[in-house]
């Protein structure tokens, strides 16, 4: 079989490595892929995500026989929609189901319609009237564009100082672009937040291994939100039994209410829920495999992921028993200097050719110059261990990433310790 993935960063690249299991595969193709991700498929970097029409041809032109449509803006774009016009099979929700996580304003009026648990909320399209509901507010308080904003389009001001600021950012300076026409303000929620990612095919749903991401750049939950500094699977704070009343208050809920609204989703679903004193509550829904945490949960997937994905598209999951390895995974981020904000690129990496058979690391932002990689973005590598308890895959994850050089290179030295301590309540 000849597949096809588009996208390039950290989470195709684990994508990538899982798909390579399976050994009806043949050739696996990354649009646009990146240097490091050229170790394990065929890339063509001249081809972007928001290529529409480049990756529909490029797909009919070399026989491919399934796709898989990873990142978020070719998916809110109708990459899925057109793929399937032109009779490809492939993996990812269509455009009507993609609005769970490219509209905001969407996403929170489908929960407060369907009673799926969430933070009480209001919407606002001008900046006066968000103004003036923030004078009298609670801090701290959650501001988020409405739409796509690479992760970065949720800010939580601890004043109406700082909420003033970033409604002047996201709405009248547009530093999200036209992501901040409308503007979601949020109650602050408590609690362990976890992540779940599931596969479902519109009725039938697999969750996967929980896990936990840290967002803020440096240690100690300090500094900017990023993309996504480390993660660990799965989360010890979701237990069994918190996630018996996930499903049978937020994720069969989600699906019936997408189904109610004319838009199934089939592909992978991402819950990003607190769970606060009240109970579970959803953060936020993503219409698509999460980055970094994919680079932790697939490498503890047993069953084979191209045989979970095509009983998505063809709507057997409930057919399908989908297994997991004992274990956890830890997975570290090494960044530009500078990341969030200005970072250089085209910084060479040096990585031992001798790394432990339990470490993967997983390439988000670099190219090849030549014969060596350079770096090309602001996260540039996830370093992976599996191993049978937490601190041993963190001990070994971390062990790896200090044997890799880029210079600026830095990296949180504080991945999973939230997790070990709720290990040890």
């Not at 990354?30 to 797909?59: H, Q, R, Y």
């Not at 049978?248 to 679903?269: N, Q, R, S, Y």
Request: net charge negative.
């Amino acid at each position: 079989m000849n597949l096809l993935v588009v996208g390039g960063g950290g989470r195709e690249h684990a994508l990538i490595k899982k798909l390579k299991e399976n050994p009806e595969v043949e050739t696996i193709y990354a649009l646009p892929g990146n240097g490091g991700i050229a170790a394990d498929a065929v890339c063509m970097p001249e081809i972007g995500t928001k290529d529409i029409s480049g990756i529909v041809s490029f797909a009919k032109t070399h026989d491919i026989d399934f796709a898989v449509v990873a990142p978020d803006d070719p998916l809110a774009l109708g990459c899925v929609d057109r793929l399937h016009e032109a009779g490809i099979p492939c993996f990812g929700p269509d455009a009507k189901a993609a609005r769970i996580e490219s509209s905001k304003v969407f996403s929170k009026g489908l929960m407060k319609k369907y009673g799926i648990p969430t933070a009480d909320y209001q919407v606002f399209e001008a900046p006066e009237a968000a103004l003036s509901y923030l004078r009298s507010a609670k801090y701290p308080i959650v501001i988020k564009a409405d739409g796509l904003a690479l992760g970065k389009g949720v800010l939580i001001p601890q004043s109406f100082a700082e909420a003033e600021a970033a409604i002047k950012a996201i709405m009248e300076d547009k530093v999200f672009g036209e992501s901040g026409a409308q503007v979601v303000v949020e109650e602050f929620l408590t609690g362990p937040e976890v992540s779940v990612l599931a596969f479902t095919d519109g009725t039938a749903i697999r969750p996967m291994v929980s896990s936990m991401d840290h967002k803020r750049a440096g240690d100690g939950d300090t500094g900017l939100n990023t993309g996504g500094m480390g993660t660990i699977a799965p989360n010890p704070y979701y237990t069994r039994d918190i996630a018996a009343v996930c499903m049978d208050t937020i994720f069969l809920p989600t699906l019936a209410a997408m189904c109610a609204e004319g838009c199934p989703f089939k592909g992978c679903l991402y819950f990003g829920l607190m769970l606060t004193p009240d109970g579970p509550k959803v953060i936020e829904y993503n219409c698509r495999f999460g980055d970094p945490e994919t680079q932790v949960v697939l490498p503890l997937l047993k069953t084979d992921l191209l045989t979970i994905m095509r009983s998505v598209e063809n709507e057997t999951l409930d057919t399908l028993d989908v297994e997991w390895h004992d274990g956890v995974a830890a997975c570290v981020i090494l960044a530009s200097g500078g990341y969030p904000e200005h970072y250089e690129k085209g910084k060479t990496i040096f990585i031992p050719s001798n790394l432990p058979e339990d470490v993967t690391v997983y390439h988000a932002g670099d190219k090849l110059q030549g014969q060596s990689l350079v770096t090309s973005g602001g996260r540039v590598l996830g370093v992976t261990a599996a191993a049978p308890t937490l601190k041993a895959a963190l001990n070994r994850a971390y062990a790896a990433a200090d044997s890799i050089y880029f210079e600026g290179a830095f990296m949180r030295h504080d991945i999973g310790q939230r997790a070990l301590r709720g290990e040890e309540q």
